[in-house]
């Protein structure tokens, strides 16, 4: 019962993030061009919709330009004095985790100026609300059906189930458990030979 519910809500975590994961799309900025001095990013970014948990890949040579994001003032004026965030290493992946407008520009001197600069408006999550509303429908209905009757037997043959046997049995238990084991045969025999023991006793004290 426990572990029914546990690999149901197991299943429902798997499709919520198999789900997220392949919404999320990886996009290479430039495409072919990559991050050059040469690209045109504003016509690149014009048909796309960037939505949160997407990624954007700059393909360049490591160290001969950077990827910094900026505020959009600092996009504005080419200045990245005051970067968020840099890198240079040749292919820098950035995943977009928050709705609104990133601002990215290259620090080398004059490339942002001579179009290395891109600016992605990300959407408010939408398909965010949809996911989480069929997972909490399905979670409760297994998690209650299980805690009620899991709840119930556990304590009910603890209690009376330890206390009784053990007063009226403590003779016949050995017995008893070599019977449910298998050896019933062994048993039988057992108590016969007993039984027949006792007879001799009885008629060996009677003569
Ligand atoms: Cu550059």
Redesign the pocket.
Known sequence: MASGGASLALAALLLVSCASAAAATKYTVGDTTG???SGDYATWASDKKFKIGDSLVFN?AGG???VDEVSAADYAACSSSKALSSDSAGTTTVTLKTAGKHYFI?G?AG?CSSG?KLVVDVAAAKAATPSPAPAPAVAPAPDAADTTPDATPATTPKGSGGATPKTPVTVLSPPGKKSTSGATGLSATAWASLGLAGLVAVHLGAF
Request: with cysteine; charged share 0%; aromatic share 18%.
């Open positions: 991050w050059t001095t360049y001969a330009h950077t290259c080398v490339h290395m």
